[in-house]
């Protein structure tokens, strides 16, 4: 079965298990069984050879993480799993950590760029990337069944905190930045989101030798992650940039996978622009192991004829990092990413990390020697609207006269533009995105859509 093919799952979303804390899903209850079952799922796989697996749990900074943290351990212990507890951490350390310390499986408590009340679970192979969906399946069928078989006494698994995971990350970090290069003479602001890499993101800066490091987002309370900061509210970044006059602002989430920019003149940049940054410059210095880049349906269409200009593939998949990874791998592309800011560069980490995605960007900007608005911004966007409708119940997007009006839209753009209407993958939300080159037929098109969906969804 391959990655994008997905079986029917209840419990697992699009990326992992994600919820209200306490509630459903996410009560102790039910963490605990999860942990049971994913256990299960990888002493099965371990009993062939006899070894005793290992996970790898990292956390970010919710409140509800004290919570889900021990449930987890309760449920991977009590099925003979050895746990191995990394605290607050970037998840993509929990993934890069889990294939290089050799373990069997890694798990990142998260609920990425949600607010504090909602948390989840990503999962992990030992191969640092995130399970397939025919996994999580087989996951979700254990957890349902009987058959979880608990340890007995003699065998259940013992649980150990690991203090030193934060600076391996760093070390880990700095590596995949290019050798003999500093960020000599650089003024960063960088806000952390109140999240995992509030400690790992600013270290690894300074460390590389930034003239000043401008942190905001920094001091998790267990209810401020992305709380009007990070990457999803960028205006407290723009504003410290040309305030401190700082020479370019660094935005990561909750979990820190995903990278949002800013120049010096305070102007936002988002997963594209950086995307196509990295891109031409690998593609000049012949660091694409294939002349293209992997994308997603949302990207937007500058950047596809920005790729093309350069003779360069541009594939598109849908939403999700899971599809673009596995697309890459399919194919051997070794860049990916979306327009939510989540860079994938296999070479350096198995998923998705901000911090080393904003290492690559820092490096153009002083191959370049230029400042950060004459670096960061590589194409014309086409104008692009993307517009959230809140529904309950059925989703609209099986009404016919939704589909019809969806159907009318894209007719009425040809080929001058696109339409992509689609159900999100974690909350009870349509997002409806146009775009094209004429900016008010967009605008026009985009409010249609919207207007007939909360009709037929009221």
Same mark, same amino acid.
């Given at each position: 079965?391959?990655?994008?093919?997905?079986?029917?799952?209840?419990?697992?979303?699009?990326?992992?298990?994600?919820?209200?804390?306490?509630?459903?899903?996410?009560?102790?209850? %039910?963490?605990? *069984? !999860?942990?049971?079952?994913?256990?299960?799922?990888?002493? &099965? #796989?371990? +009993?062939?050879?006899?070894? /005793?697996?290992?996970?790898?749990?990292?956390?970010?900074?919710?409140?509800?993480?004290?919570?889900?943290?021990?449930?987890?351990?309760?449920?991977?212990?009590?099925?003979?799993?050895?746990?191995?507890?990394?605290?607050?951490?970037?998840?993509?350390?929990?993934?890069?950590?889990?294939?290089?310390?050799?373990?069997?499986?890694?798990?990142?408590?998260?609920?990425?760029?949600?607010?504090?009340?909602?948390?989840?679970?990503?999962?992990?192979?030992?191969?640092?990337?995130?399970?397939?969906?025919?996994?999580?399946?087989?996951?979700?069928?254990?957890?349902?069944? %009987?058959?979880? *078989? !608990?340890?007995?006494?003699?065998?259940?698994?013992?649980? &150990? #905190?690991? +203090?030193?995971?934060?600076? /391996?990350?760093?070390?880990?970090?700095?590596?995949?930045?290019?050798?003999?290069?500093?960020?000599?003479?650089?003024?960063?602001?960088?806000?952390?989101?109140?999240?995992?890499?509030?400690?790992?993101?600013?270290?690894?800066?300074?460390?590389?030798?930034?003239?000043?490091?401008?942190?905001?987002?920094?001091?998790?309370?267990?209810?401020?992650?992305?709380?009007?900061?990070?990457?999803?509210?960028?205006?407290?970044?723009?504003?410290?940039?040309?305030?401190?006059?700082?020479?370019?602002?660094?935005?990561?989430?909750?979990?820190?996978?995903?990278?949002?920019?800013?120049?010096?003149?305070?102007?936002?940049?988002?997963?594209?622009?950086?995307?196509?940054?990295?891109?031409?410059?690998?593609?000049?210095?012949?660091?694409?192991?294939?002349?293209?880049?992997?994308?997603?349906?949302?990207?937007?269409?500058?950047?596809?004829?920005?790729?093309?200009?350069?003779?360069?593939?541009?594939?598109?998949?849908?939403?999700?990092?899971?599809?673009?990874?596995?697309?890459?791998?399919?194919?051997?592309?070794?860049?990916?990413?979306?327009?939510?800011?989540?860079?994938?560069?296999?070479?350096?980490?198995?998923?998705?990390?901000?911090?080393?995605?904003?290492?690559?960007?820092?490096?153009?900007?002083?191959?370049?020697?230029?400042?950060?608005?004459?670096?960061?911004?590589?194409?014309?966007?086409?104008?692009?609207?993307?517009?959230?409708?809140?529904?309950?119940?059925?989703?609209?997007?099986?009404?016919?006269?939704?589909?019809?009006?969806?159907?009318?839209?894209?007719?009425?753009?040809?080929?001058?533009?696109?339409?992509?209407?689609?159900?999100?993958?974690?909350?009870?939300?349509?997002?409806?995105?146009?775009?094209?080159?004429?900016?008010?037929?967009?605008?026009?098109?985009?409010?249609?859509?919207?207007?007939?969906?909360?009709?037929?969804?009221?």
């Amino acid at each position: 079965m391959s990655q994008d093919e997905i079986p029917a799952r209840k419990f697992f979303g699009t990326d992992g298990v994600r919820g209200l804390a306490n509630s459903d899903k996410m009560t102790p209850e %039910s963490v605990m *069984r !999860l942990g049971q079952a994913a256990g299960r799922y990888f002493r &099965k #796989r371990e +009993e062939k050879i006899g070894s /005793r697996p290992t996970v790898f749990i990292g956390k970010d900074t919710r409140l509800s993480g004290y919570m889900i943290e021990p449930a987890l351990v309760a449920g991977f212990t009590s099925v003979g799993m050895d746990v191995r507890l990394c605290g607050p951490i970037p998840t993509s350390a929990v993934s890069i950590l889990t294939r290089t310390l050799r373990a069997d499986m890694g798990v990142m408590i998260t609920a990425s760029h949600n607010k504090y009340h909602d948390n989840g679970l990503k999962f992990f192979g030992p191969d640092g990337r995130k399970l397939s969906n025919s996994a999580e399946a087989e996951i979700e069928a254990l957890l349902y069944g %009987s058959d979880l *078989r !608990l340890a007995k006494p003699e065998n259940l698994g013992r649980a &150990k #905190r690991y +203090e030193d995971m934060q600076a /391996r990350y760093i070390e880990i970090a700095k590596a995949t930045f290019p050798r003999r290069m500093r960020l000599t003479g650089l003024k960063i602001v960088l806000d952390c989101a109140n999240g995992a890499a509030y400690h790992t993101a600013p270290d690894t800066l300074w460390e590389l030798g930034a003239e000043a490091v401008i942190p905001l987002g920094v001091s998790p309370n267990g209810k401020n992650i992305n709380l009007d900061c990070g990457s999803t509210h960028t205006e407290l970044l723009s504003e410290t940039v040309v305030k401190e006059g700082a020479h370019v602002g660094i935005a990561l989430d909750g979990d820190a996978d995903r990278l949002i920019m800013c120049d010096e003149k305070g102007r936002v940049i988002d997963g594209d622009q950086l995307l196509g940054l990295i891109g031409s410059g690998w593609h000049k210095k012949g660091q694409l192991s294939k002349p293209g880049i992997v994308a997603t349906v949302m990207s937007n269409l500058g950047l596809e004829r920005f790729f093309e200009a350069q003779e360069l593939d541009f594939i598109r998949t849908d939403v999700g990092d899971r599809h673009v990874s596995a697309r890459m791998r399919q194919d051997g592309y070794n860049l990916g990413g979306e327009q939510s800011g989540h860079i994938l560069m296999p070479d350096f980490t198995p998923t998705g990390d901000g911090t080393i995605s904003a290492l690559q960007v820092l490096a153009e900007i002083i191959r370049q020697d230029k400042p950060a608005s004459e670096v960061l911004t590589v194409f014309d966007p086409v104008p692009q609207q993307l517009k959230n409708v809140s529904y309950s119940g059925d989703s609209p997007l099986n009404n016919p006269v939704v589909q019809s009006a969806i159907k009318d839209a894209q007719e009425s753009f040809g080929t001058e533009g696109r339409i992509l209407v689609r159900a999100s993958g974690t909350e009870p939300v349509i997002r409806v995105m146009a775009e094209g080159d004429d900016e008010a037929k967009v605008e026009k098109l985009t409010d249609g859509i919207v207007s007939v969906i909360k009709q037929q969804a009221s």
